[in-house]
């Protein structure tokens, strides 16, 4: 509610934010408005999804257009709850990759695995597959950051280990450096996600792929 988004504002106006971290945030669409006006430049505002085209008869989605109209520079494309819940495939979130980035979005790509894909060793399988889709959509990289989020561990309160993540981590980067170039392989931002919190966010982001 709007209760909620004018704390986390404030928490964020506050700050203080090291300058050297680049943060953004993602509230659902109905509020993105509410949450840029209430945010200074210095943060960044992303949309949880938004649809392939740049408008007609698709009720209920928003556009890259949408987004950048209200001021908000950010996307959050692929995310689990999108490929699970809602049945989005690798060549749609591609697609939609593709029209963010030419629409001058800058892209968050999340890819992770279900427990049942972990367990039946499938992670690189499924993640490789996974980042392919948006590979092949990406002309210039320093516009996308991508999210490893195992499903296993999004909302459940399971975290991949610190070691867990770093394995996955380093293995996307050993895949963009044969697939992509070693240059972007090195550059690129992979975030994790998967209930993360105050606890163990220093222990995952010490880690050297992470």
């Given at each position: 509610?709007q209760e909620s988004m004018?704390?986390?504002?404030?928490?964020?106006?506050?700050?203080?934010?090291?300058?050297?971290?680049?943060?953004?945030?993602?509230?659902?669409?109905?509020?993105?408005?509410?949450?840029?006006?209430?945010l200074p430049n210095s943060?960044?505002?992303?949309?949880?999804?938004?649809?392939?085209?740049?408008?007609?008869?698709?009720?209920?989605?928003?556009?890259?257009?949408?987004?950048?109209?209200?001021?908000?520079?950010?996307?959050?494309?692929?995310?689990?709850?999108?490929?699970?819940?809602?049945?989005?495939?690798?060549?749609?979130?591609?697609?939609?990759?593709?029209?963010?980035?030419?629409?001058?979005?800058?892209?968050?790509?999340?890819?992770?695995?279900?427990?049942?894909?972990?367990?039946?060793?499938?992670?690189?399988?499924?993640?490789?597959?996974?980042?392919?889709?948006?590979?092949?959509?990406?002309?210039?990289?320093?516009?996308?950051?991508?999210?490893?989020?195992?499903?296993?561990?999004?909302?459940?309160?399971?975290?991949?280990?610190?070691?867990?993540?770093?394995?996955?981590?380093?293995?996307?980067?050993?895949?963009?450096?044969?697939?992509?170039?070693?240059?972007?392989?090195?550059?690129?931002?992979?975030?994790?996600?998967?209930?993360?919190?105050?606890?163990?966010?220093?222990?995952?982001?010490?880690?050297?792929d992470v």
């Amino acid at each position: 509610n709007q209760e909620s988004m004018n704390k986390i504002c404030q928490f964020l106006k506050d700050g203080p934010l090291n300058s050297d971290v680049e943060v953004v945030v993602s509230p659902p669409s109905a509020y993105l408005d509410i949450v840029r006006r209430s945010l200074p430049n210095s943060v960044g505002v992303a949309a949880q999804n938004c649809y392939k085209v740049e408008k007609g008869a698709f009720t209920g989605e928003i556009s890259p257009a949408m987004i950048k109209d209200l001021g908000c520079g950010w996307v959050i494309l692929g995310h689990s709850e999108r490929r699970h819940v809602f049945g989005e495939s690798d060549e749609l979130i591609g697609a939609k990759v593709a029209h963010a980035l030419a629409n001058g979005l800058q892209v968050i790509a999340c890819i992770g695995e279900l427990l049942s894909e972990r367990e039946g060793g499938l992670t690189n399988e499924v993640v490789f597959r996974q980042t392919k889709a948006i590979a092949d959509n990406v002309n210039d990289w320093t516009k996308v950051v991508l999210a490893y989020e195992p499903v296993w561990a999004i909302g459940t309160g399971k975290t991949a280990s610190p070691d867990q993540a770093q394995e996955v981590h380093k293995d996307l980067r050993g895949w963009m450096t044969d697939k992509v170039t070693p240059s972007v392989a090195n550059s690129v931002r992979i975030i994790y996600g998967g209930s993360v919190n105050a606890a163990n966010c220093v222990d995952l982001a010490s880690k050297a792929d992470v």
